[in-house]
């Protein structure tokens, strides 16, 4: 119905910035609110970024707010992940979801479609 492919993670030191892209595909129309994920091995899957694409209203955690910012560019169904002043806990798998209701959320529970993820390594 619809699929999600990441791109854009890789290793970066400590302080720096990278910036992940989420490609959307198939059945588009009916994603509504869209969002970033990061989990790590053993621990469940965090919410780090949510969008409302009918209002382009955003919300982050209190862990990224000020370094993250979701973007998403409509015309080309992409979504997009600004990461600034990364450190050593920002190191973790990161997923693109998307759903089909129309509030932005954290909780990866509300999300039906996800990517396969992208790594992203901070080096201290």
């Known amino acids: 119905e619809v699929q999600l492919v990441e791109s854009g993670g890789g290793s970066v030191q400590a302080g720096g910035s990278l910036r992940l892209s989420c490609k959307s595909s198939g059945y588009t129309i009916i994603i509504n609110a869209m969002g970033w994920f990061r989990q790590t091995p053993g621990k469940d899957r965090e919410g780090v970024a949510s969008?409302?694409?009918?209002?382009?209203?955003?919300t982050y955690p209190d862990s990224v707010k000020g370094r993250f910012t979701i973007s998403r560019d409509k015309s080309e169904d992409m979504l997009y992940l600004q990461m600034h002043n990364l450190t050593a806990e920002d190191t973790a798998m990161y997923f693109c979801?998307?759903?089909?209701?129309?509030?932005?959320?954290?909780?990866?529970?509300?999300?039906?479609?996800w990517g396969q993820g992208t790594q992203v390594s901070v080096s201290s």
């Open positions: 969008i409302a694409l009918g209002d382009g209203t955003t």
């Open positions: 979801a998307a759903r089909k209701g129309a509030l932005k959320s954290l909780d990866p529970s509300w999300y039906t479609y």
